[in-house]
């Protein structure tokens, strides 16, 4: 994902560029919190990027992974988020310094209320979040859990479906319970990053709502 990484870094340097330097990037904002065509198109960025992270984060984290869990084989299971992942926190790894960039244009510093700062923060939060999951957690998670495979299948474990037979067989293995206490810490903080990216757009979307005329 070379291409990838590459084009999600250019997104971040032009996001902060758009945070520190608005007008100079994009040009000057047509009266308070714009209205022209530059306004609207960031207006129309933002609200399609958070739709995107939104959508995609509660159903990876919510639905699909689950429902995966409970019907494949568990190292079959294990590859298949192995390859979805990276492609998934890239994403929104995208998707969150577009909305960044958007707000920041949209509401500068300077002149942002209280409320625009505190949505700023959480906007900001959730890139931080996704883009630690990207570069640190996930390839951490993806190493440990081949690692475990292997020592599963010298065990003939991990085409079953759950973890019976892994809490099974880990109770008489001291080397298997130590990759699994390994595995379950760096998971873990995977999966907190990615719960504190999806509650920081929680706390936007209540922010989005609010502006909405129904």
């Known amino acids: 994902m070379g291409w990838a990484t590459r084009f999600l870094a250019a997104v ?3 996001a902060a560029g758009v945070v520190f330097a ?3 990037l ?3 904002r047509s009266g308070s919190g714009g209205s022209g065509g530059a306004a609207t198109a960031a207006k129309v960025a933002h609200l399609l990027c958070f739709a995107t992270s939104w959508g995609a984060a509660l159903w990876a984290t919510f639905i699909g992974g689950i429902i995966m869990f409970k019907n494949l084989p568990r190292h079959q299971f294990g590859n298949l988020q192995g390859k979805m992942f990276p492609a998934y ?3 929104i790894s995208v998707c969150a310094a577009v909305s960044v960039a958007a707000f920041a244009y949209l509401h500068p510093w300077k002149t942002a209320s209280t409320v625009e700062r505190y949505q700023f923060g959480f906007l900001l939060a959730a890139l931080g979040f996704d ?3 990207l ?3 996930t390839p951490m998670t993806i190493e440990m859990m081949k690692k475990r495979h292997k020592i599963e299948r010298d065990l003939s474990i991990g085409e079953e479906v759950g973890w019976s037979k892994n809490v099974q067989v880990s109770k008489n293995n001291p080397t298997l319970a130590a990759m699994n206490k390994k595995f ?3 998971h873990g903080l995977s999966s907190l990053a990615n719960i504190m990216a999806f509650g920081s757009l929680a706390m936007h979307s209540w922010y989005l709502a609010s502006k909405l005329e129904m």
């Open 135 to 137: 570069l640190v957690f």
């Open 22 to 24: 608005p007008d100079v």
């Open 12 to 14: 971040c340097f032009f």
């Open 89 to 91: 926190f890239m994403l």
């Open 131 to 133: 883009l630690s999951n």
């Open 184 to 186: 379950g810490m760096i």
């Open 26 to 28: 994009l040009g000057a």
